[in-house]
């Protein structure tokens, strides 16, 4: 028997004067936030508000009553009915936000339809044995063993697209799931098909498939997994610095973090997932909202080794997310928009090397209804989410793999310098990057005991969790300069040669 749905009905939407942690420590519901911006938007139950007023932490109310809004809000649709042939993709797909079910349907469609483009993937299943599922699309040979369906196009570089780590974003698998459609009926001499010549995509539009469901079904705004009722943050569950700031040891806190690192199936998964594909070199984490594109590092404010590659590829990727509808996205380092230890970006640049970034997607900042944000968005959120996969893909064939960059554990509090303004410590010519770990002191609020940044056993090839940067890692210095420009190439073409719905 299902559970009955969860009314919001005297919930309120405030803007708090009070640090996020504080928030968070009370159990309330943080939807935005900046770390230099001592002004939280939180949504509160009335016995919430009761115990905010005890505070005599000043708030004003932006939204009285969310009941309404969730009651006549968007759903998660099955699959509509019609034709699902790859000359006749269902045009109302993408008109509505899609429960899991639909999700895997159309994963499946499209393994069906291209077969020569697309493949379905397998990355484990979830604490309630649902499995997380994507779709590799390239243009190369899949080189499949028989039976298998985990074929990858060999020594291609490759990049993977994962979202809804947080139940409640459903703009973002949906314009990922869009993203991604554009990259398997691109036709034949487009840009998006020679991008797929030269490189093979890996998304999983739904990371936290648990608590999706959830969200669909029973409360609109729930975020975490499903772990014991309370769920866990999977984006505070990984073990580049976990337990540090923007993550909570209180299950009930909206940033729990589990009790130790990759606790969570789902993080477990994905993180065994990207430690055997060795021919990874990025990966971005979508996310909503804020309309801002993030680099490492998100535990603590500190440069990255490759800080300054990161700047600019962050100017590059929000100047294309900005073309289709002239939409700003903010490029930003992760920790200032606000710290979140234990997330998946870090680890997957501290301890894997990746060529790692996250997205925060439409609607903007402080602009409502956050993430109420209506199907009518999808596309055209989608589109903006396409231009950026573009340049990540495009700079990510250019540079090559790369190196650990740190592993997010305790180091001396002024590290050395890295060298070079441009980040690279290049003394022996070979323009390989710094051997210096960036990561700052991390460890638990002063109220728990410290805890360590490492977890279990790593999986096979994630010796001991640190990611300490070494120029004899495989692929040797990922962070080359390419043809003697930076990253990949002059601005944008204007035109686009893919198909455009209307």
């Avoid at 002191?441 to 490492?454: I, M, R, Y």
Wanted: a negative charge.
């Amino acid at each position: 028997m299902a559970a009955p749905r969860v009314s919001h009905h005297g919930d309120a939407l405030l803007q708090v004067e009070a640090t996020p942690a504080q928030l968070h420590e009370l159990g309330f519901d943080v939807w935005t936030h900046r770390a230099t911006e001592p002004n939280v938007l939180v949504r509160v139950t009335p016995q919430q508000r009761a115990q905010l007023d005890a505070t005599g932490w000043p708030y004003a109310v932006v939204e009285p009553d969310l009941g309404p809004a969730l009651d006549h809000g968007a759903e998660c649709r099955p699959t509509a009915s019609g034709p699902l042939g790859l000359d006749g993709l269902d045009p109302a797909y993408h008109d509505s936000f899609r429960d899991l079910d639909a999700i895997y349907d159309r994963l499946e469609t499209l393994a069906e339809e291209v077969p020569e483009r697309v493949r379905l993937v397998e990355i484990g299943l979830s604490l309630e044995g649902r499995p997380i599922r994507g779709i590799r699309v390239s243009n190369r040979d899949l080189d499949l063993e028989e039976g298998s369906d985990q074929g990858s196009a060999v020594d291609r570089p490759a990049v993977l697209v994962q979202s809804c780590q947080h139940a409640r974003e459903w703009i973002a698998a949906a314009a990922t799931m869009w993203a991604m459609e554009q990259f398997v009926i691109a036709p034949e001499g487009s840009e998006l098909d020679s991008l797929l010549d030269q490189a093979e995509l890996i998304v999983v539009p739904v990371a936290n498939p648990d608590g999706f469901v959830h969200s669909c079904e029973v409360e609109r705004l729930w975020r975490k997994n499903r772990r014991d009722g309370h769920g866990v943050d999977l984006n505070r569950n990984w073990s580049t610095a976990w337990g540090g700031d923007g993550s909570s040891g209180l299950p009930d806190a909206g940033n729990y973090r589990g009790t130790g690192p990759f606790s969570e199936p789902e993080a477990a998964a994905m993180r065994d997932f990207m430690v055997a594909e060795s021919d990874l070199v990025a990966a971005l984490d979508v996310h909503t909202y804020g309309q801002l594109f993030l680099y490492p590092w998100g535990f603590e404010v500190t440069d990255a080794p490759d800080d300054a590659l990161f700047v600019q590829l962050a100017d590059q990727v929000v100047d294309a997310m900005g073309q289709p509808h002239d939409t700003t996205y903010v490029p930003l380092q992760a920790a200032a928009f606000y710290p979140a230890a234990g997330n998946a970006m870090d680890w997957a640049y501290g301890a894997r090397g990746l060529y790692s970034v996250a997205m925060e997607l439409r609607p903007a900042m402080g602009k409502e209804p956050g993430f109420l944000l209506g199907p009518e968005f999808i596309v055209p959120t989608g589109e903006e989410l396409l231009e950026g996969i573009e340049v990540l893909v495009e700079s990510s064939v250019a540079l090559g793999p790369g190196a650990p960059g740190d592993s997010g554990g305790p180091v001396d509090p002024e590290p050395e310098s890295t060298g070079d303004d441009d980040g690279f410590d290049d003394d022996d010519g070979d323009g390989a990057g710094s051997t210096e770990s960036s990561g700052g002191t991390t460890g638990a609020p002063d109220d728990e005991p410290p805890q360590g940044t490492t977890g279990p056993a790593p999986a096979a090839g994630d010796e001991s969790g640190c990611g300490c940067r070494s120029t004899d890692a495989p692929g040797g210095a990922w962070w080359l300069l390419w043809g003697g420009v930076w990253l990949v190439r002059p601005r944008r073409r204007a035109s686009r040669q893919r198909p455009r719905r209307a």
